[in-house]
């Protein structure tokens, strides 16, 4: 389990660079009027992957390390977190970012596309930013940048 604590940490920073990267592609695209190329398509076809592998590794973690059967400790701040805050956060994020990316691909102009993922994938790196246990955040101070 401490492996896996030690992947899903580190592919944390993997998964916010493509969605920062993507999001602000999409901006920029809907903002200069641009084209929708393949590597549009196949920058958020891997934003949605590496997502999918974090959430993924994150539900092994909460069921491996018995987060589940804690769900009635609500009043403990340090594992509301990790099994409402955190956990429900991050699905919210993801099912945002597997509907953005579905609507783009069917969308029927390079604008409508660039709109469809500047909005779900912003609105997801959103969530995300506020729902991982950052360091700097006084309960999770002793947990580190990895």
């Not at 691909?105 to 997801?124: G, H, L």
């Amino acid at each position: 389990m401490e492996a896996l604590l030690a992947a899903h940490s580190g592919l944390r920073w993997i998964v916010l660079l493509l969605l920062v990267f993507t999001a602000f592609k999409a901006i920029a695209g809907v903002t200069g009027k641009k084209t929708y190329l393949p590597v549009d398509k196949k920058l958020a076809s891997f934003t949605v992957m590496f997502f999918h592998l974090q959430v993924v590794l994150g539900f092994v973690l909460f069921f491996g390390n018995k987060w589940h059967l804690l769900m009635g400790e609500m009043k403990d701040s340090y594992i509301r977190f990790f099994t409402v805050e955190h956990s429900l956060g991050m699905l919210i994020a993801a099912v945002l970012l597997t509907i953005g990316s579905a609507k783009a691909k069917r969308a029927s102009s390079d604008d409508k596309k660039f709109k469809t993922i500047a909005w779900m994938f912003t609105v997801s790196l959103i969530i995300v930013l506020a729902c991982i246990p950052w360091p700097f955040r006084e309960m999770f101070a002793a947990r580190g940048w990895f």
